[in-house]
């Protein structure tokens, strides 16, 4: 199964990423074994977003850059709002990675 | 008779009323479909005056969880509103293992009043705000990780000890994030994990089961406040296979290779022995010569190394050095009286490796090695009589001899890179022998690649411009990114945002953007 390494750079994929420095660079764990880890947590995550979450956001915003390459879309909003059923967030700027969601299910 | 009919008629209109009802009612025409055909069978008599009242009797469905539970909710005839049960389940986005409790709330919920319906409504929604949920999640992806690598953990032979380890410290440090917020939600998807004991709960207090979970969430985001969260910016993207290979390349390059040589020089011994088969070298060597320059390098290894690690050796040769030089009226005697070791033409074109590569095993044998120190040493010093100003041209020892006897003139350009520097300085740009230059161009990737990096650093910066402290990141997978004109739209889906200090997950999202 495909996966992302686009989550490892959440807050979570983070922790995670630097755990597993810790500990290799200690000696405790074989970098093999970390990279497996990390392999895991894409597959995890992939799955929980896709399987336990079900809230729906919008997303409105001045586009200031926007990028594709390598199929990933990077876009650079400014006075972004995002809008949750119960929630708003206002963000100065704000960064979106998207990867092609099609490259997963093949 | 007429009456009859009429009441016929109206049946009829109100079966095809049913039939449209169940064919273009949405998410709930499945029901619609089924409570006709009931009513069909059941209520024959009375329908006719029931439905006339309500006009269809709508029912108002939402699939909850995956669509795996549909509970028909007939609208009250008091004209009340619709109650969507999506809202009253209090954890959408636990995962699908816990179900038990639900039955039992709507069966206790639903009969009751519809003020008590309504308290419900308010506060589970409220209960559905992000955090806890993004807890929630968090902490079944760290248990599904630390689950699911076990087995590898298993067949790489490592304990579960260190399996532990990882999973506390991941936790500790999403606990320092404010990622997750701790005990509330570890115990509750401990809760989770054991099947929903919290489903368990007298009915009597049915309304008050969605109260503590609330309040437990509510508890939730004041926790994540607690621990003023601290965004990771620098990405660090799996720096795990960067620094094995770091680590492999440094070790292997010259451990590998280096037996060949000394065992070559162990068994044709000597000076000679370098080509016990061939008189000369020359068609064999060429080849390897590449690593063969950096690592037997006794010769060239020693310019580099020596004068940067090895500064004692270095503040040591000088001295014969410039005792040689001093003799060196005889140097060249010197040097005949050496042929007989060494084939005298060999010495004569430092540039081509053949005679470099009968230095480099000789010079890995211990004693050979000083020798041949001491009669590259002359051999230079003699360059050096002949030619003191053009020695740059033959890269590897006038670098050697221009460290040592004119420092300041080569080092000017190339001084700044820091380590490489050492390789560098000797090298003066006119000429460079091709192992310097495959090296010269590795020297000279850094800076492109830290232009690019200027770029990206740009980017974060135009970013970081008003909260320096938060990174805003929003990662996800797009569906479809479209444009008219100025306008952008995109749909998102399997999301993480990480907005001002806190993290929300979103299943799908749509964007408009104006560029």
Request: with cysteine; aromatic share 6%; hydrophobic share 30%.
């Amino acid at each position: 199964m495909a996966t992302f390494e686009l989550y490892r750079r959440s807050t979570i994929g983070m922790c995670l990423t630097e755990t597993l420095d810790e500990m290799v660079s200690s000696g405790t764990l074989s970098p093999e074994l970390a990279i497996q880890v990390l392999v895991q947590f894409d597959k995890s995550m992939t799955d929980a977003l896709e399987n336990q979450v079900k809230s729906k956001v919008n997303i409105k915003g001045h586009l200031h850059t926007y990028r594709f390459c390598d199929n990933v879309w990077t876009f650079i909003l400014t006075d972004a709002q995002f809008k949750n059923d119960d929630n708003t967030e206002q963000v100065g700027k704000v960064k979106i990675v998207a990867c092609d969601s099609k490259l997963l299910s093949q | 008779m007429a009456a009859a009919k009429e009441v016929r008629g109206r049946r009829r209109e109100e079966e095809a009323a049913q039939m449209r009802c169940a064919g273009g009612g949405g998410g709930a025409d499945g029901q619609c479909g089924r409570r006709a055909g009931e009513d069909r069978v059941r209520e024959k008599g009375v329908r006719g005056e029931r439905r006339g009242g309500v006009g269809g009797a709508v029912v108002e469905v939402e699939s909850v969880v995956g669509g795996g539970l549909q509970i028909p909710r007939p609208r009250d005839a008091t004209g009340c509103k619709p109650i969507y049960i999506l809202s009253l389940i209090p954890h959408l986005s636990r995962p699908p293992a816990l179900p038990p409790p639900h039955p039992l709330l709507f069966s206790d919920v639903f009969p009751s009043h519809p003020a008590a319906e309504t308290l419900t409504l308010a506060v589970t929604s409220a209960a559905a705000m992000a955090s806890s949920n993004v807890s929630t999640v968090y902490i079944s992806v760290i248990d599904d990780v630390i689950s699911k690598v076990r087995e590898d953990f298993i067949t790489y032979g490592v304990g579960d000890a260190v399996l532990n380890e990882l999973q506390a410290l991941w936790e500790m440090k999403m606990l320092h994030c404010g990622a997750i917020s701790g005990n509330i939600d570890r115990t509750k998807a401990v809760g989770a994990s054991t099947g929903g004991t919290a489903g368990a709960t007298p009915p009597v207090h049915d309304l008050n089961v969605p109260y503590e979970a609330t309040s437990e969430e509510y508890a939730t985001p004041t926790a994540d406040m607690l621990f003023p969260p601290t965004p990771l910016q620098t990405p660090i993207q799996t720096p795990l296979p960067g620094t094995d290979a770091g680590m492999y390349n440094i070790p292997t390059g010259p451990s590998d290779y280096a037996p060949s040589p000394i065992s070559d020089v162990r068994n044709g011994m000597v000076i000679n022995g370098a080509d016990p088969k061939t008189g000369r070298p020359s068609p064999y060597m060429p080849p390897p010569s590449p690593w063969m320059n950096q690592r037997p390098l006794g010769v060239d290894v020693n310019v580099a190394y020596v004068e940067g690690r090895e500064d004692p050796d270095r503040g040591v040769q000088p001295q014969p050095l410039t005792q040689d030089f001093l003799m060196m009226s005889s140097g060249k005697r010197k040097r005949d009286e050496y042929p007989g070791q060494l084939p005298s033409g060999s010495f004569v074109p430092q540039q081509d490796g053949s005679a470099d590569q009968i230095v480099e095993f000789a010079v890995s044998k211990e004693n050979a090695h000083q020798l041949w120190s001491s009669i590259m040493n002359k051999q230079e010093t003699s360059t050096k009589s002949v030619t003191p100003v053009i020695p740059q041209r033959d890269g590897i020892q006038d670098d050697y001899n221009d460290q040592f006897f004119f420092p300041g003139v080569p080092t000017e350009d190339y001084n700044t890179p820091g380590e490489s520097a050492e390789y560098r300085a000797p090298t003066p740009a006119v000429a460079t022998p091709k192992p310097r230059n495959d090296e010269g161009d590795d020297d000279d990737e850094p800076p492109l690649n830290e232009d690019d990096d200027d770029d990206d650093e740009l980017d974060d910066l135009e970013q970081g411009e008003d909260e320096p402290n938060t990174q805003h990141l929003v990662l996800a997978q797009f569906d479809k990114v479209t444009r008219t004109k100025n306008r952008w739209k995109c749909t998102l889906k399997d999301g993480i945002m990480h907005l001002n200090g806190r993290d929300v997950l979103f299943n799908k999202a749509t964007g408009e953007f104006d560029f």
